[in-house]
């Protein structure tokens, strides 16, 4: 069965100390992998798309690693304006209509 | 650029008592649309998907549907809510042409009593 487990469920980090987000996938024929952010009340922000094991992406504090069988989303020097919700997806080859999110990182960033 | 609008953006329902919420697509035809439900707390679960006007693909049983009478348009619904039904609700699209990276409407906060 296709699954997506985010973890942690949530963490607390003081601001500039980096950490990472881990999403593990069982999927068939991964399509992509997709990282979102999401403010409380409000609908997910694209981050970052990948696509194969070993590309990486990054946009500004934010860096995007994938394997074969897990993404981290490292948060490097974080700030109080990066608490959100960190959300994980993942698309199947075989139909790649359907999208499987986990659960999501909630992380807060204190001053 | 492209821009996905939903409304209302919050709607306090009894139960029992239909649902109308609607989605539209700016700046873009031919998008795949797709229908989300976020529970408290938990991940989105796929509710419908749509690849053209009149198809539409449902994932979940229950009393919910999803109409797509225009390009750009789509729409959910329901009969008779039930208080399961409460939850934040989300409409996306992606291009039909790279279907992959989807992009989120602001959502509707559906509470039902």
């Not at chain 1, 069982?26 to 990282?35: E, I, K, P, Q, Y």
């Not at chain 1, 094991?53 to 946009?59: N, S, V």
């Not at chain 2, 679960?45 to 198809?55: C, D, K, R, V």
């Not at chain 2, 919910?64 to 619904?77: C, H, M, Y």
């Amino acid at each position: 069965e296709d699954q997506v487990t985010q973890s942690p469920e949530a963490l607390r980090l003081q601001e500039g100390e980096s950490s990472s987000l881990n999403c593990s996938y069982t999927v068939s024929g991964l399509r992509g992998l997709f990282w979102y952010r999401q403010d409380p009340g409000k609908g997910p922000e694209f981050l970052f798309t990948l696509y194969s094991a070993g590309e990486e992406k990054e946009k500004e504090r934010l860096k995007a690693t994938l394997t074969k069988k897990e993404s981290f989303l490292h948060i490097t020097a974080p700030k109080p304006e990066d608490s959100a919700t960190y959300l994980c997806a993942v698309q199947a080859g075989r139909n790649f209509n359907k999208f499987y999110f986990g659960s999501g990182t909630k992380l807060n960033v204190k001053p | 650029s492209q821009t996905i609008h939903q409304w209302p953006a919050t709607l306090v329902q009894p139960v029992g008592s239909p649902l109308s919420l609607e989605c539209t697509v700016e700046g873009t035809s031919n998008p795949n649309l797709y229908w989300y439900r976020q529970a408290a707390g938990r991940g989105l679960q796929l509710l419908f998907y749509s690849i053209g006007i009149g198809q539409i693909s449902s994932e979940v049983p229950q009393n919910l549907s999803a109409s797509r009478p225009q390009d750009r348009q789509f729409i959910l619904s329901s009969k008779k809510l039930l208080l399961s039904d409460s939850g934040f609700y989300l409409c996306a699209w992606n291009s039909r042409g790279n279907t992959d990276t989807q992009y989120f409407g602001p959502g509707t906060r559906l509470t039902v009593l």
